[in-house]
């Protein structure tokens, strides 16, 4: 790229050169033309012989242009109009400087001829090889300047905006687009390095998402591994609450049983976050009564706070585990951050039967509502010292989208509420 820079800049010094060279040649061919009165004498002669047909008189006789008049100043005979507009008499022609002389028969004056002046004749023909000159130079110029252009343009500014697409895909993570190598561009010894970039950036951001997918793998196999132990420790819990008497130790069984519960739900967030994001958290949709609802509530329902209204009888097009997941997931988030009674009522809307969880306590900062169902978000208000992950809502949303329905959240005076559009069959 750098050759061809030089070479054009060697070139245009040559052309620049020849063309100043020319210009002074051209300039220095103007000079004073003297008279040559052998070529005047022949013009006079020849008038006169032929006085009688001037026109049988050969134009291009003579080196120089000429005019004759007759003894009236009447116009006989040119060998141009162009070298002599303007000229009507012979008087016209001595203002202009030219050379005029009479044309006598012995003692019998016959006319006049009129010759330019071949210093002026000289000064003509220099200023029309000038502006052939300039003319030639201005067209090699215009040439160049062209050729200039698409030089650059196809070794400059191409190149430059290939990289500047490549540097935008780059930063979009479009790693699968190669740079096009050109080594005769000026930036050809960097295109190889910029391709050699993105192959090593695609992999690392395969491995990167190769160690993410392994790290999912891994959640998604404790997550599982861990609920065995768990659903032990609810069983044994179970059957100490029937068999202990002690008030106190019962007391205490009940709390480790509510702590395995909490457990149990953040397992089964846990696991199904990371089925989420390993595309491995199916709905399996089947046609159920509605009043497999009340048998939900009822399973999560474990302190017996919730009051139900009726449920309309229709067909709902659910996953009935999923559905278990979503309203568990919304009541025990009621429990742990509101701890007041839970109203449902049930009602149509459109296509779907719209389930209305509410609570009564301090329910969430308005702005927050919108980000509730965000993954690991949890709200300011009411989650100091409690736990959670922050995925109960986000997971209950995901699942209900899956099942081709919706979650929504509303903050109101009273409390917070949680409307579940469920599909209808």
Not at 89 to 104: F, S, Y
Not at 184 to 206: P, V, W, Y
Not at 356 to 367: A, H, Q, R, S, T
């Amino acid at each position: 790229m750098i050759k061809g820079f030089r070479k054009f800049f060697i070139y245009l010094t040559i052309l620049l050169i020849v063309s100043i060279s020319l210009l002074i040649l051209v300039a220095g061919s103007t000079r004073y033309v003297a008279n040559d009165g052998i070529t005047l004498n022949a013009i006079v002669q020849t008038a006169k012989e032929n006085w009688q047909n001037l026109d049988a008189i050969d134009k291009t006789q003579f080196d120089t242009d000429f005019m004759i008049f007759g003894r009236n100043n009447e116009m006989l005979f040119t060998t141009s109009d162009t070298a002599f507009r303007g000229i009507n008499v012979p008087l016209d022609a001595a203002r202009e400087g030219m050379i005029t002389m009479a044309v006598n028969d012995g003692e019998l004056f016959l006319g006049t001829v009129v010759v330019p002046n071949p210093a002026k004749e000289g000064l003509r023909r220099t200023f029309r090889n000038l502006i052939l000159a300039i003319t030639f130079i201005v067209l090699a110029l215009i040439i160049s300047y062209i050729t200039f252009i698409y030089y650059i343009n196809r070794n400059v500014v191409r190149p430059f905006n290939r990289m500047k697409e490549f540097a935008g895909f780059v930063a979009q993570g479009r790693l699968d687009e190669p740079l096009i190598m050109d080594r005769s561009n000026i930036f050809g010894a960097f295109t190889e390095s910029f391709d050699i970039m993105r192959e090593e950036l695609k992999a690392a951001k395969q491995r990167e998402t190769e160690l993410k997918m392994k790290e999912k793998e891994l959640v998604a196999s404790l997550s599982h591994d861990l609920k065995t132990p768990v659903t032990g420790i609810k069983a044994i819990c179970g059957v100490l609450a029937v068999k202990v008497q002690d008030e106190y130790v019962k007391a205490k069984v009940e709390n480790i049983e509510q702590k395995t519960q909490e457990i149990s739900t953040l397992l089964n967030d846990l696991l199904a976050s990371a089925l989420d994001d390993l595309g491995e958290m199916n709905v399996s949709l089947t046609e159920e009564t509605s009043d497999i609802l009340k048998v939900i509530v009822d399973e999560h329902d474990i302190y017996g706070k919730v009051s139900s209204g009726d449920i309309p009888n229709c067909i709902l097009k659910i996953d009935r585990n999923r559905m278990s997941q979503v309203i568990g997931n919304i009541i025990s988030n009621s429990y742990k951050y509101a701890d007041t009674k839970i109203d449902i009522s049930y009602d149509f809307s459109g296509n779907y039967l719209e389930m209305i969880i509410k609570d009564y306590g301090g329910g969430v900062e308005p702005e927050e509502i919108e980000l509730l169902t965000n993954k690991f978000y949890r709200g300011r208000k009411n989650t100091a010292g409690k736990d959670g992950s922050g995925l109960g809502l986000y997971i209950s949303s995901e699942l209900m989208k899956k099942m081709q329905g919706q979650l929504i959240c509303i903050n109101d005076k009273e409390g917070f509420e949680v409307r579940l559009m469920i599909p209808l069959a």
